[in-house]
């Protein structure tokens, strides 16, 4: 896979100040999402590190990590797992709580989802206090599949998330901010 430019991707990320609330300055992915191009490099550039690995099954992070990571399932022709809020999933699930700024969050995933041995891929849009995918990791490891590693198509690199992430090989962020 040809390593992709990241300054059109750069490009398409738009600033939007004070959201959701003052003193935020959100990193609005949809001018990306409109342009099919510009999302196919996203895909490939969040798969570089990954092109040699195989892959069964990609979990994407409710709720951009959907997109992101069933296009990159699709792409590679592996599963799609979802890790959802707690409550959301039909069926049987194991869960994990977290915490946040201030409280708790929990996180779940059906139970039969991933199965020991599969060689997983988590991915997500956004890395930034790295509080959710841990959980997810978490989640992962719980199922016994091997964990190839995490991308993300963006990190807020002042948050320190990767921190949290150590029990990850790879942690692969395409556009540092």
Not at 8 to 25: E, N, T
Not at 36 to 55: G, K, V, Y
Not at 105 to 126: I, K, Y
């Amino acid at each position: 896979m040809a390593a992709t430019d990241l300054s059109a991707l750069h490009a398409a990320i738009r600033d939007v100040p004070d959201f959701p609330k003052p003193g935020i300055l959100f990193k609005d992915i949809t001018p990306l999402l409109a342009d099919a191009a510009l999302t196919a490099q996203a895909i490939s550039a969040m798969l570089e590190p990954f092109a040699q690995r195989r892959i069964d099954k990609v979990v994407g992070i409710d709720a951009r990590g959907f997109i992101f990571g069933s296009m990159i399932a699709q792409r590679i022709g592996a599963g799609f797992v979802p890790i959802r809020k707690k409550g959301k999933l039909p069926w049987r699930t194991r869960g994990v709580d977290y915490s946040l700024e201030y409280g708790t969050a929990s996180v779940e995933m059906h139970e039969d989802a991933l199965r020991p041995g599969e060689q997983v891929l988590l991915a997500d849009d956004l890395l930034a206090t790295g509080g959710t995918a841990a959980a997810a990791l978490q989640l992962i490891d719980q199922s016994g599949a091997t964990l190839v590693g995490s991308s993300f198509l963006i990190e807020l690199t002042f948050l320190e998330g990767r921190q949290r992430l150590a029990q990850s090989p790879i942690v692969h962020c395409p556009l540092r901010y």
